[in-house]
């Protein structure tokens, strides 16, 4: 057998164990959606609103697994959240949902996300979005989230690497901010960045405990409304020593 046969054969058998896995994924994936669904019904935790077609239908296209290490189905679509490396996770998609839907993005929007982590939220914003801007701390975090976005065609997604607390002024302004690491305060650069009638959702609260989901609306120059969704467990807010 010539060597570019045995090339051939093993990208198509590459091929074949990424469709037969993503096709597993198809099953577990509608599977996760249901389970958002549902909980949403059952708990309440959405409010009043829903979960609305259009956030589910982002969860419902973007492929979780091939955003965690381990790649597997199971794992990447349970509503539990994952492991990502550097004492990092990726949350649970019942939270990547409610996020979703509080940040309330429409196709034209530009959104910021701090805390790129693994870029599946960056992913399911970018379903829903004009354009991502995304910042992350950890340096090979951010080059592997930009590396599996670049291969999956997001191409509306930038991700920068450093510390998200003055926000991306170049980017901005933004008609959303998702920022999925918890602090104690809302941080005032990206307040200053969100636009007017713009909302910005985020973990408030101490590290390593429970933290209020808050959603703050930008409804003058100067002018903020809050309002506190649940509880939730993020990890910290981190800050560059620079
Ligand atoms: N949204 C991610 C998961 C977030 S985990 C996903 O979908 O996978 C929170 C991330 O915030 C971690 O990767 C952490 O390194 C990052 N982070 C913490 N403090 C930060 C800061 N000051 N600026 C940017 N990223 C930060």
């Known amino acids: 057998m010539n060597t570019l046969l045995l090339v051939m054969i093993s990208i198509v058998a590459g091929l074949r164990e990424v469709s037969a896995q993503d096709a597993e994924c198809v099953r577990e994936r509608a599977a996760m959606v249901e389970t958002i669904r549902g909980y949403a019904r059952s708990h309440g935790v959405f409010g009043q609103q829903k979960p609305s077609e259009r956030v589910l239908e982002a969860m419902g296209q973007t492929q979780r697994h091939l955003f965690i290490p381990e790649r597997s189905c199971s794992i990447a679509y349970a509503d539990m959240p994952v492991p990502i490396g550097f004492g990092q996770t990726i949350s649970q998609p019942l939270i990547v949902a409610l996020m979703t839907q509080l940040a309330n993005v429409a196709p034209d929007d530009v959104v910021l996300e701090i805390g790129t982590g693994s870029g599946y939220q960056a992913a399911v914003l970018a379903r829903l979005a004009r354009n991502v801007c995304t910042i992350e701390i950890i340096p090979q975090l951010a080059e592997a989230a930009a590396k599996t976005?670049?291969?999956?065609?997001?191409?509306?997604?930038?991700?920068?690497?450093?510390?998200?607390?003055?926000?991306?002024?170049?980017?901005?302004?933004?008609?959303?901010?998702?920022?999925?690491?918890?602090?104690?305060?809302?941080?005032?650069?990206?307040?200053?960045?969100?636009?007017?009638?713009?909302?910005?959702?985020?973990?408030?609260?101490?590290?390593?405990?429970?933290?209020?989901?808050?959603?703050?609306?930008?409804?003058?120059?100067?002018?903020?409304?809050?309002r506190v969704v649940g509880l939730v467990r993020f990890v910290p807010f981190t800050r560059s020593p620079d």
């Open 149 to 226: 976005l670049r291969e999956l065609a997001y191409d509306n997604v930038n991700v920068r690497r450093g510390d998200g607390y003055a926000g991306w002024p170049e980017c901005s302004p933004f008609d959303a901010i998702v920022v999925t690491a918890a602090l104690g305060q809302v941080p005032q650069p990206l307040i200053e960045q969100l636009r007017v009638g713009g909302r910005l959702v985020m973990p408030v609260g101490p590290a390593y405990t429970t933290q209020q989901l808050t959603v703050v609306e930008k409804i003058g120059p100067s002018e903020t409304t809050t």
